[in-house]
DNA sequence: ATTTTACTAATTGTCGACAATCTAGGTTAT
DNA sequence: ATAACCTAGATTGTCGACAATTAGTAAAAT
């Protein structure tokens, strides 16, 4: 529960914001009800902004609305995950393949230090790294802003789809991937420096695809227990 | 302005339905102010449920909201349409490529069936076919709906960007394109039958690329003018 | 003549109350 | 005992009114 509202906008955007938080670390539970008078209630507001609010998470895919029976928080079973990790597959990709013409060398040289940082980081705690999974300090979000393309960033980054960040939050425990993680990060920064788009997206595409194998393993192991 | 509202759910439902199908259409020019006491009052409702549907619109990117300031229909510029074009190449080949493995043979019939009647169509009106973007008839709509995808489907479909829809709405006029274009649905739909996702996902991202240059060009005389 | 400033009108943001709808529990009939 | 039905409570959907902010205009000062 963050004492401070971060975003300075209409209460709706207030709401907005600390729902989307509250869903994305998982405070509230994969397809709990959300009563509207409560939630205005402990956010302080009246029920008009929050209903705006949840329309809002609508188009973000973080709650399902059926008429005459109120919101509730996704599910994220097996199969949304599966498609949501192929659909980032191929937008990534795209990205890291553009990214290598577009970026320019100092944008790389940000990169090095980015993940120079995460490298510090996990040395440090020994794995839970979420605090780079936010906002600028994201791998993939710094790609895809070096693609340039504007549609993409919204996406892959502030706005659209946080179901990833959903998705990463939960997984973000298992430590034995971030080390994995950080080399096949340095290969494809380093495929960007040399301007191999094609090289640069085929580590991507893997990258990812590693990502969901290891999440979809956890995801059996769930099941089983 | 179509006499009979289309949804049956909310009036926040019916408003987003209508406002959508306004700007995709052109009906509200690009960039145009939004009045919500004007809306409200056209569609004989309050302001709650238009400001609910606007927050919708937001999402799906048809207009950008300013607090305290009002929304706007969004402008398709030359960079966004770039933009979505190079989003759509990735994500309508990976669709190709999925589907071809996934896709029953009574689907790609289906797919077949559906290209009869588009030629049959440009045969008899000539050109002017925009019935053919609609929904259920949509050639792209059924082949995302063949990767067995649901977030593609949804990317691709119903909700998420209709700004694919106001743009193809635009450029519909010029009939030139529709028999290429369906030649190439054509080879397309036989690449899915031979079961080669390579060679489909090849000659969709061929078949999108050839349209943004036709609507590059648009763009080009529109601006010389 | 130009810039600054106060004022007014319009528009957005918010709230509380009421109507419509759904849900749950108990009651009655078979 | 089971199933259909009805009633009471809670929840969502909607509206109208009020507060807060912005934009435009006209007057005043430099």
Known sequence: MLPYTPEQGTLADIA????????????????????????????????????????????????????????????????????????????????????????????????????????????????KVYAQNEGDLDFHYQIARGSRNQMLMDMLGSEQYQLLRMCRYRTSRNAERTRPALQQHRQIVEALAQRDGELAEMLMRRHIQGAWLSISEMIDKEEAA
């Open 16 to 127: 907005s914001h600390r729902l989307a938080q509250s869903i994305v670390t998982g405070e509230l539970v994969q397809g709990q009800k959300l009563n509207e008078a409560e939630l205005a209630e402990r956010f302080g507001m009246g029920r008009g902004p929050l209903r705006e609010a949840l329309r809002h998470l609508e188009g973000m895919r973080l709650v399902t609305r059926v008429p005459n029976a109120g919101a509730r928080v996704v599910v994220l079973d097996r199969k949304t995950l599966s498609d949501l990790y192929a659909v980032r597959e191929a937008l990534e990709g795209m990205a890291c393949r553009i990214a290598a013409v577009q970026m320019t060398d100092a944008d790389i040289d940000q990169l090095r230090k980015l993940l120079d940082r995460h490298e510090a980081q996990i040395k440090k705690e020994g794995g």
